[in-house]
């Protein structure tokens, strides 16, 4: 592989491990506030909106420069932009749809369930992107 593309790809690994580390982080500090402030947010088409313009920036933005499909590690950062992209449309074009998701913040520890899977996968970019 292209030195500048494995360069490129592990900056972007250290980007979502620090990512990912953080909103665990706050989801295991604040689990309540968390659930109590998400579920108003879903009610907020403002917020939703810029969400959504946001979520397709950065989809775009990975999926331009890294769209690969391969077997291997890299696929993870490319199916993170896909997620992004579709998160930003479903936010654009369908706000409406994202209010399905209040049940599921009433779901006990929910926001540990996500903490730990967000914490797992901080782990796994952190592995590949700062090689420990």
């Excluded at 979502?16 to 108003?40: H, I, M, P, S």
């Excluded at 950062?77 to 930003?88: M, N, Y």
């Amino acid at each position: 592989m292209d030195t500048l593309y494995v360069e490129t790809i592990r900056i972007v690994a250290r980007i979502a491990a620090v990512f990912c580390t953080t909103v665990a982080a706050g989801l295991l500090l604040n689990g309540d506030y968390y659930k109590r402030e998400l579920e108003k947010l879903l009610d907020n088409f403002g917020i939703i909106f810029i969400d959504g313009f946001l979520s397709l920036a950065v989809g775009c933005t990975l999926i331009y420069y890294h769209n690969v499909w391969v077997m291997d590690w890299p696929l993870l950062i490319t199916l993170a932009g896909w997620g992004g992209l579709i998160q930003g449309i479903i936010a654009v074009a369908f706000p409406n749809l994202l209010k399905h998701l209040k049940p599921l913040f009433q779901i006990d520890n929910i926001e540990k369930a996500f903490a730990f899977l967000l914490l797992v996968m901080a782990a796994l970019f952190a592995y590949l992107g700062f090689g420990f």
